[in-house]
């Protein structure tokens, strides 16, 4: 519903032209034709950017960007057997290197859907020991938020998907999560952890080199405790996994928390599925 979100509210901010050529990405992610009416004509009729959950549960992707195949918005455990359960898309951005605005990946995050009341019970937690913030005020708040997606990792199973939208590389994507991880505060509070996980991650990377094309995906799937890794560049291919528990936490603080999020949008999309689980 959030990643509709974003488009709805850009297609607010830019109007009609955009208005139809998002009516087009639509219907080349092969949303049903029905919904695409509905949803345009809410739009047309009184520019709301809500949408009613049966339009957007006959959506099948979202699309996060036009180079690659938009992202499922539900996985079952016989379409990904690597995934424990099913899985929901609950978050999804891009990833972009600051400066130039440059996209390099889409990112998106998926749960199970039985373990989003885990979820939201850290959440109304904090917010009971933190009674003067909202769900938005303690997601931006630096360390508040850093609590909250740091609890979250170690009670509730994820799994980040990673598709450049460049042709790129192992080295590249071995890079990428080992620099975010080392650039994250946490690596210096729990310096010999996160050395150690670090170094189990550039094991598992050792027997996966050469191309990684756009479009492909990169799946990093934590239990709570271990963090495995898969990819579907030539076939679905388990890779290995990192025991070091930091590892999962770190990740998912990196991508969620308002320290130094990887993806903005990602987390403001985190922040807006938050906002309706828990109110
Ligand atoms: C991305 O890959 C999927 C198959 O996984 C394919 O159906 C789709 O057309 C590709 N999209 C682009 C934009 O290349």
């Known amino acids: 519903m959030w990643g509709v979100f974003g488009r709805i509210n850009n297609v607010k901010r830019t109007g009609a032209f955009v208005r139809t050529a998002t009516a087009r990405k639509f219907s080349r992610a092969h949303i049903l034709l029905a919904s695409v009416a509905a949803i345009?004509?809410?739009?047309?009729?009184?520019?709301?950017?809500?949408?009613?959950?049966?339009?957007?549960?006959s959506l099948d992707g979202v699309e996060v960007d036009s180079a690659i195949t938009p992202f499922e918005t539900y996985f079952s455990s016989?379409?990904?057997p690597f995934l424990s359960s099913d899985h929901k898309l609950i978050a999804s951005g891009v990833r972009s290197v600051t400066f130039m605005g440059f996209k390099v990946y889409g990112v998106g995050l998926y749960i199970s859907a039985k373990d989003e009341p885990k979820l939201k019970?850290?959440?109304?937690?904090?917010?009971?020991?933190?009674?003067?913030?909202?769900?938005?005020?303690?997601?931006?708040?630096?360390?508040?938020?850093?609590?909250?997606?740091?609890?979250?990792?170690?009670?509730?199973?994820?799994?980040?998907?990673?598709?450049?939208?460049?042709?790129?590389?192992?080295?590249?994507?071995?890079?990428?999560?080992?620099?975010?991880?080392?650039a994250n505060p946490m690596a210096k509070e729990f310096r010999d952890a996160v050395a150690g996980g670090v170094e189990e991650l550039r094991t598992v990377f050792q027997?996966?080199?050469?191309?990684?094309?756009?479009?492909?995906?990169?799946?990093?799937?934590?239990?709570?405790?271990?963090?495995?890794?898969?990819?579907?560049?030539?076939?679905?291919?388990d890779m290995g996994q990192v025991g070091e528990q930091i590892i999962s936490r770190v990740l998912l603080v990196s991508y969620l928390s308002n320290l130094q999020p990887l993806s903005k949008p990602l987390r403001e999309n985190f922040v807006s599925y938050v906002t309706t689980l828990v109110d």
């Open 207 to 237: 027997n996966f080199r050469g191309s990684f094309p756009k479009n492909k995906t990169l799946w990093v799937i934590s239990d709570t405790k271990s963090t495995k890794l898969h990819n579907n560049v030539k076939d679905e291919q």
């Open 78 to 80: 016989k379409q990904l």
């Open 121 to 182: 019970s850290v959440i109304q937690e904090l917010l009971k020991e933190n009674p003067d913030h909202t769900v938005k005020t303690l997601l931006d708040d630096k360390k508040l938020s850093q609590d909250a997606v740091d609890k979250i990792s170690q009670v509730v199973p994820y799994a980040v998907r990673i598709t450049p939208i460049r042709n790129t590389d192992f080295q590249h994507m071995k890079d990428g999560l080992t620099k975010s991880i080392l």
């Open 40 to 57: 345009t004509a809410s739009l047309l009729i009184n520019g709301s950017p809500i949408l009613n959950d049966v339009s957007n549960r």
